[in-house]
């Protein structure tokens, strides 16, 4: 059974997911629109800047995130000095490192849906007179779907298993930055393997059934296309 502290860490980090993934699909619709379509010189800079986080270490990028939003840092510094409260061990910090760090899960699913559409049906739909928002929200959307499926699910998976950002940025304080890996941490820290294994259970039940929903709705799409 869950403790008080691990049901506060579990709504945390469903909502710091969830947020964070409708955050994601909203900047990374129009990047990765872009990015499928563009043949800019700077495109592959800009593939590898978003695939970073996939090669680097979460704690080095929490740890230079923790510099730019803390009271020192250039975010942070003018947080203060507007008299706002610096982003770092804060929720809005933790959804800003789960962006960056959930950027390419998100983004690269998007990108491929893009390029796997080809430029034939915009064509097509460009003869009937529709105009270039109405053919991406009446063709592209409804063909995309799958891998708008795809993007939602890896980023919401992703963020529901972050520890090294998270920690780094916003810290383990109970009820308002303590997500549920913090909580395994702090159990296995403390010895207490079999609370240990309630939240692990939890987090591993989640992801099985995220990754699942994905596999069966895309096989569904799959066989509805055929």
Same mark, same amino acid.
């Given at each position: ?14 909502? $710091? ?9 909203? $900047? ?11 043949? +800019? ?8 800047? @978003? ?13 230079? &995130? ?14 203060? %000095?507007?008299? /706002?409260?610096?982003? /770092?061990?804060?929720?809005?910090? &933790?959804?800003?490192? %789960?962006?960056?760090? %959930? ?13 796997? @559409?080809? !430029?034939?049906? $915009? ?14 929200? +009446? ?12 993007? /939602? ?13 998270? $920690?780094? *940025? ?9 997500? #549920?890996?913090?909580? *395994? ?12 294994? /309630?939240? +692990? ?5 989640? %992801? ?8 069966? #709705?895309?096989? !569904? ?6």
């Amino acid at each position: 059974m869950l403790t008080d502290t691990d049901t506060t860490a579990l709504i945390i980090t469903l909502q $710091l997911a969830a947020v964070t993934t409708v955050i994601l699909l909203l $900047l990374g619709t129009p990047l990765a629109w872009w990015l499928a379509r563009t043949r +800019s010189p700077v495109k592959p800079v800009i593939d590898a800047i @978003i695939a970073l986080p996939l090669v680097l270490p979460p704690t080095v990028l929490g740890f230079y &995130l923790l510099l730019v939003l803390g009271p020192n840092g250039a975010i942070g510094g003018l947080m203060e %000095s507007i008299g /706002a409260r610096p982003l /770092a061990f804060t929720f809005t910090g &933790l959804v800003i490192g %789960s962006v960056i760090y %959930s950027l390419p899960f998100v983004v690269q699913p998007l990108q491929d849906a893009f390029a796997g @559409i080809g !430029r034939r049906p $915009l064509e097509v739909a460009a003869t009937l007179r529709a105009k270039p928002l109405d053919r991406f929200f +009446s063709v592209v959307l409804p063909l995309a779907r799958p891998g708008y499926l795809t993007a /939602a699910v890896l980023g919401f998976a992703h963020t529901l298993g972050e520890f090294g950002v998270v $920690l780094m *940025i916003g810290g383990n304080i109970p009820g308002a930055t303590k997500v #549920l890996s913090i909580a *395994i941490y702090d159990h296995v820290e403390s010895l207490q393997y079999g609370q240990a294994h /309630a939240v +692990s259970a939890v987090l591993i039940v989640l %992801s099985f059934a995220l990754l699942l929903t994905v596999y069966a #709705l895309n096989r !569904r799409f799959r066989v509805i296309r055929l």
